[in-house]
């Protein structure tokens, strides 16, 4: 029995726990009379678990089966403000039906099969006039067949911008779109810029062709004469530059939806740069398809033999391999025709490409073209800027809605007219403020403070207001730096990141770390080891680790490793991308080893997350012949079907090795024997996480929960925790995550909340953590004259009382004094006024790891810091936990009693009271909302 790692390490799914089967007509009028606020239908168990996994609560999560669904009965629950409906919706009938209900704030209704029919049916019936009562604000439509909303404008699932656009759809002329995006991507030197110009203009290769020096755009490339065709449409043509340090910035303009051509260069390519350009274009670009050039075929001699078959099997993505020669002669010009030809049946025929005949109302083509023009003299588009292009117009042409604008700027940047980044409402504001028109702009802004020499000397670190020295003024104003900074921080681009704690703002710069790797030969022998291989280890990802882990001292780091200290431990982790491997090795207390391992891992399941196309591959060396490794998923496999003790023979190794004897170093808390395993990519993600130690406190919170919400808390099964949901209070998800006393024993509250962050991170589409981590529970007091039994303490700050050193009549407390999140705090003192019952007092609270129960030693803690309040075990540990993991923090836990040893015949009465009590306020608290993510 034990929990093993999971942050990132792929399981086959586990069976779906099976739900009891309940009458839907009887849900429906428990839900109508109960006013329920979400309801969330689907046809099967894979719909439940969709619907889980994206958001919606357990408890509120139900299958219709093979049952008649009635959506009248649906409809009749007025209460609703969430509502999906998977398989289920009846088509435009029920879509019609449902559109009665205006209270819903969210609509699922994907995989309905609605059709245009079902989808205008539900605008008009309430929601299409702009002056109709509305609330919607998320609107899910995918995979219903409906052609007259571009894909574009779907995919947003903002609502009022769906909706705005189907009133202009409604009330405007439409013209088909008749428009695509052509990137060309490839290393250096391989010919793109000539093979261009040889498509756009009939000329061959310039021999004097000097090399791009970051992308160029040819906007509206006139393609009917390439093949006779009714409406050929017009290309907007990317060319980009191929020198390495360039690749990292192309990531902001490859999108999906668009045609790629990948050029190969048949004279000294080999077959692995392939492999590297399908990852980026699949992890870009999504399924667009990609016609992969050869390019240089200069005569009947080809060099550059691909496995067409292999590649065209293993990336659907992949439509055509072609050869190109962009000389003069006649056989080049046959090759090009031939690759026109081919761009032009992809771009008519492929299924992908089908929004290229979208209809396009004509207010917004009046829009692109006014841009385009604006891009003639200008760099950069500010928001006001394209504000009052969108409004300069007669009245019935003008774009005045909001949400409008928001949906025409997606348009825009998937067709390569703009570079916007800024399109969600949550973005940063200097993302939503500026979009750019000439991508020079931001590549070179980039490209100069990635290879600058001040960067490099120090260490690939810089200050902000070190941009000044390193960007022009006139190019680039203070007002711009912001978006510069928060360009180069996009979670799917990482150029740079800030390093947290910095004072001066501090920004690390991963291509500019130092390439050469300190000695470490003589690092201890008998360390923890634990190993990755890759598919493909990306040069980025190494880089992007060391910011992950800044929090821990990461001052030893160079470009492809850097030592940690993590729960009192060295950690040397160094990937090596020959080999596509990552190994970590830790040296320091064996009690901690694991936790600082753990912590490691959860860093790095955050990178590799963001990075799907590396295809992760854990591995665990044998301890007394760390150069053998055996699959991290085999030795679970074999101790589910062996059991633990079962003893195999490693292949290359010399001797057998039990299966716990490898786990074992590897692994922390135990699960029981009965608990079916789900992997983290299962799990969602709530905006609290509430942490509790015993059963008492547990039991406590639960019940305060379904005080409110009328259900009983859903086990969900994590692969290294077991999460408990409550469902939803006010406006916000909320889990509970049970520890073992204490902080950093094995399965206490360091280990227990770092694993939950990382895990519910991992299982949230999104990939968020819960933001707010409560401790919640029972503590000791300070003064029984002055406090009560039962009152709540709410930690200002915290305080590890843990000795550093003990003299003969002094006892010094580790650390200094953490504050807590004053976000949490200022809402539960906004629930304190309400409560009666108990008193609740906000001060320092003390935390450590013995069990205080001796009056003498309370004494001498109460003299080390008078202004403490009262103590417990587990908040050092949290907030630990969430300052690593990026969480707010907060502990709230009433007095049991005094730390004295004198626990006295109604122990269990007391415990139960300040449970109850401290789960009151965290409940309160919450009911009044503001928790929500």
């Known amino acids: 029995m034990s929990e093993k790692l999971g942050t990132l390490?792929?399981?086959?799914?586990?069976?779906?726990?099976?739900?009891?089967?309940?009458?839907?007509?009887?849900?429906?009028?428990?839900?109508?009379?109960?006013?329920?606020?979400?309801?969330?239908?689907?046809?099967?168990?894979?719909?439940?678990?969709?619907?889980?996994?994206?958001?919606?609560?357990?408890?509120?999560?139900?299958?219709?089966?093979?049952?008649?669904?009635?959506?009248?009965?649906?409809?009749?629950?007025?209460?609703?403000?969430?509502?999906?409906?998977?398989?289920?919706?009846?088509?435009?009938?029920?879509?019609?039906?449902?559109?009665?209900?205006?209270?819903?704030?969210?609509?699922?209704?994907?995989?309905?099969?609605?059709?245009?029919?079902?989808?205008?049916?539900?605008?008009?019936?309430?929601?299409?006039?702009?002056?109709?009562?509305?609330?919607?604000?998320?609107?899910?439509?995918?995979?219903?067949?409906?052609?007259?909303?571009?894909?574009?404008?779907?995919?947003?699932?903002?609502?009022?911008?769906?909706?705005?656009y189907y009133r202009r759809y409604r009330s405007s002329a439409n013209q088909p779109l008749n428009e695509a995006k052509l990137l060309v991507v490839g290393n250096e030197a391989v010919g793109k810029t000539s093979l261009i110009r040889y498509l756009t203009t009939g000329k061959p290769r310039d021999p004097d062709e000097k090399k791009t020096p970051g992308v160029i755009a040819h906007q509206r490339i006139e393609t009917q004469t390439w093949c006779p065709a009714d409406q050929a449409p017009f290309l907007n043509v990317w060319d980009f530059g191929g020198q390495e340090m360039l690749h990292e910035t192309h990531k902001f303009f490859l999108t999906e939806r668009s045609v790629y051509l990948l050029v190969l260069e048949d004279r000294r390519e080999d077959d692995t740069s392939i492999y590297k350009w399908l990852r980026t274009i699949s992890n870009r670009g999504g399924d667009s398809p990609i016609i992969v050039v050869i390019n240089k075929c200069d005569d009947n001699l080809p060099k550059l033999l691909l496995d067409e078959t292999t590649i065209a099997r293993e990336w659907p993505s992949v439509v055509a391999f072609v050869r190109t020669s962009c000389n003069g002669d006649e056989v080049a010009g046959q090759t090009i025709k031939a690759l026109k030809v081919k761009i032009l049946e992809t771009l008519q025929h492929d299924p992908r490409l089908a929004h290229v005949r979208d209809l396009l109302p004509n207010p917004w083509r009046r829009v692109k073209d006014a841009v385009a023009e604006f891009a003639e003299h200008q760099k950069v588009l500010s928001h006001l800027d394209f504000v009052r292009l969108c409004e300069n117009a007669e009245a019935a042409e003008a774009i005045t809605d909001e949400n409008e604008q928001r949906g025409l700027l997606q348009l825009l940047h998937n067709l390569g007219v703009i570079v916007a980044h800024g399109l969600r409402q949550d973005a940063p504001a200097a993302l939503q403020n500026v979009t750019i028109l000439d991508p020079n702009w931001l590549t070179g802004a980039i490209y100069k403070v990635l290879t600058a020499g001040l960067v490099v000397q120090q260490s690939g670190v810089f200050r902000r207001e070190q941009l000044a020295e390193l960007l022009d003024s006139n190019d680039y104003p203070v007002g711009r730096w912001e978006?510069?900074?928060?360009?180069?921080?996009?979670?799917?681009?990482?150029?740079?990141?800030?390093?947290?704690?910095?004072?001066s703002e501090e920004y690390l710069v991963p291509e500019a770390l130092p390439k050469n790797a300190p000695n470490y030969d003589s690092w201890p022998k008998d360390s923890l080891r634990f190993r990755f291989d890759y598919e493909y280890l990306p040069p980025g990802l190494i880089p992007r680790f060391i910011v992950e882990a800044h929090a821990q001292d990461t001052s030893t780091r160079w470009r492809t490793g850097v030592v940690l200290t993590v729960a009192g431990c060295s950690v040397l982790v160094a990937g090596n991308p020959g080999k596509n491997r990552l190994d970590i090795l830790v040296h320091g207390s064996e009690a901690m080893r694991r936790s600082a391992l753990n912590v490691v891992l959860e860093h790095l399941g955050r990178v590799h997350a963001l990075n799907p196309e590396i295809k992760p591959a854990p591995k665990v060396p044998l301890p007394d012949n760390p150069e053998v490794t055996v699959s991290y998923q085999h030795l679970l496999t074999l101790e589910d079907l062996e059991g633990p003790t079962y003893r195999y023979l490693p292949e290359n190794a010399s001797r057998?090795?039990?299966?716990?004897?490898?786990?074992?170093?590897?692994?922390?808390?135990?699960?029981?024997?009965?608990?079916?395993?789900?992997?983290?990519?299962?799990?969602?993600?709530?905006?609290?996480?509430?942490?509790?130690?015993?059963?008492?406190?547990?039991?406590?919170?639960?019940?305060?929960?379904?005080?409110?919400?009328?259900?009983?808390?859903?086990?969900?099964?994590?692969?290294?925790?077991?999460?408990?949901?409550?469902?939803?209070?006010?406006?916000?998800?909320?889990?509970?995550v049970e520890t073992e006393m204490g902080a950093s024993e094995p399965g206490g509250s360091l280990s227990s909340v770092s694993t939950a962050i990382a895990e519910l991170r991992l299982g949230s589409s999104a990939g968020r953590a819960p933001a707010s981590v409560i401790a919640v529970g029972t503590a000791f007091g300070m003064s029984e004259g002055k406090q009560a039994i039962g009152d709540v303490l709410v930690s200002t700050h915290l305080r590890n009382y843990d000795p550093e050193r003990v003299g003969k009549n002094e006892i010094i407390p580790r650390g200094s004094r953490a504050p807590a999140s004053t976000t949490l705090l200022s809402r539960v003192r906004g629930a304190t006024k309400r409560l009666k019952d108990f008193k609740v007092r906000r001060g320092l609270v003390l935390?450590?790891?013995?069990?205080?129960?001796?009056?003498?030693?309370?004494?001498?803690?109460?003299?080390?810091?008078?202004?403490?309040?009262?103590?417990?075990?587990?908040?050092?540990?949290?907030?630990?936990?969430?300052?690593?993991?990026?969480?707010?923090?907060?502990?709230?836990?009433?007095?049991?009693?005094?730390?004295d040893g004198n626990k006295g015949d109604d122990k269990n009465a007391r415990q139960n009271l300040a449970a109850k009590n401290a789960a009151t306020l965290v409940f309160a608290a919450l009911w009044n909302g503001g928790f929500k993510r």
């Open 9 to 164: 390490i792929e399981a086959p799914p586990a069976p779906p726990i099976p739900m009891k089967q309940v009458s839907i007509t009887n849900i429906l009028e428990k839900a109508r009379a109960e006013q329920w606020e979400e309801l969330a239908l689907g046809r099967d168990e894979n719909d439940r678990q969709w619907l889980r996994t994206t958001g919606w609560n357990p408890a509120r999560t139900f299958i219709v089966g093979g049952e008649a669904l009635n959506i009248e009965d649906v409809v009749s629950c007025t209460g609703l403000q969430r509502l999906a409906m998977r398989h289920c919706a009846r088509g435009s009938e029920g879509a019609l039906a449902l559109a009665t209900l205006t209270g819903l704030t969210s609509l699922d209704l994907s995989e309905n099969s609605i059709g245009d029919e079902g989808a205008q049916a539900l605008f008009e019936g309430r929601w299409a006039g702009p002056k109709r009562p509305n609330k919607l604000r998320w609107l899910a439509l995918q995979r219903n067949n409906i052609t007259f909303l571009p894909k574009e404008i779907l995919d947003t699932r903002d609502a009022q911008a769906i909706l705005a």
């Open 483 to 503: 978006f510069m900074l928060s360009m180069m921080q996009l979670d799917n681009m990482g150029l740079c990141f800030p390093l947290r704690g910095s004072t």
């Open 656 to 736: 057998r090795y039990s299966v716990s004897e490898l786990l074992d170093g590897v692994r922390t808390r135990q699960l029981k024997d009965d608990t079916k395993l789900v992997v983290s990519a299962d799990l969602p993600s709530p905006d609290v996480l509430l942490v509790v130690t015993t059963d008492v406190e547990f039991e406590a919170v639960e019940t305060a929960a379904k005080a409110i919400t009328g259900q009983n808390s859903e086990i969900l099964n994590g692969r290294r925790r077991v999460y408990y949901d409550l469902g939803t209070i006010a406006d916000a998800r909320v889990f509970v």
């Open 847 to 899: 935390s450590g790891a013995k069990l205080v129960d001796n009056f003498d030693y309370r004494e001498s803690l109460e003299r080390l810091e008078p202004e403490a309040i009262g103590g417990e075990m587990e908040g050092s540990g949290v907030h630990t936990a969430c300052h690593d993991g990026g969480a707010e923090w907060l502990v709230v836990k009433a007095i049991c009693d005094w730390g």
